[in-house]
């Protein structure tokens, strides 16, 4: 029993990738967005997309100038999910003005109409020529639908984005698993 017990939690810690309570990254390739600026000036990628390195030249996948401080993403996440996080990474160039952003305001929905929930951000990282990621933790929020409101700073109206991460609360029947074969454990010591 002891021997079945062990080989639960090395099974289940190799599936959760090691970290029995870490959150399920949501599929990239399900989630679909809008912009509040329809042009932009530079698109290579998708936001969504899986891939945010370092590298700050190619991978911004989205670069936006507008005429105001304020940009606003609508995310479909395909699904509905109760999330952890929100994980914007961004890509600072102090040599074109294109900083961090100074705010970033999410807010969640089930029906993609009525938002509620705010959790604001304000805590950023100006490292230069490089990706730089904020994780933004969120209340366990059931929802289909996030909107992110980027506010720029003042003298730099540039939007430099490389990808949103969306990761939700683990299952409760993983969890459970992971419990049993504690368990199983515990009852094997006694």
């Known amino acids: 029993m002891k021997k ?15 970290n029995a309570f870490a959150g399920t990254i949501i599929n990239p390739n399900q989630i679909g967005y809008t912009t509040s600026m329809g042009s932009f000036y530079w698109l290579t990628g998708d936001l969504t997309d899986g891939i945010a390195n370092a590298d700050w030249w190619d991978d911004t996948a989205w670069l936006g100038f507008g005429p105001s401080q304020y940009l606003t993403i609508d995310f479909d996440l395909g699904g509905t999910y109760t999330l952890d996080s929100v994980s914007p990474t961004y890509v600072v160039v102090s040599t074109w003005t294109q900083w961090a952003p100074v705010q970033i305001d999410l807010t969640f929905s089930n029906d993609g109409t009525n938002f509620g929930n705010l959790v604001t951000c304000t805590s950023f990282t100006n490292n230069d020529y490089t990706a730089n990621t904020v994780s933004i933790l969120v209340p366990n929020v059931t929802c289909q639908y996030v909107k992110a409101v980027l506010t720029s700073p003042a003298d730099a109206q540039w939007h430099r984005l490389s990808e949103f991460t969306f990761t939700a609360v683990p299952e409760p029947a993983t969890i459970s698993l992971l419990g049993a074969g504690l368990l199983a454990l515990v009852r094997r010591k006694k």
């Open 4 to 18: 079945l017990g062990v080989f639960v939690v090395v099974i289940m810690a190799v599936v959760m990738g090691g």
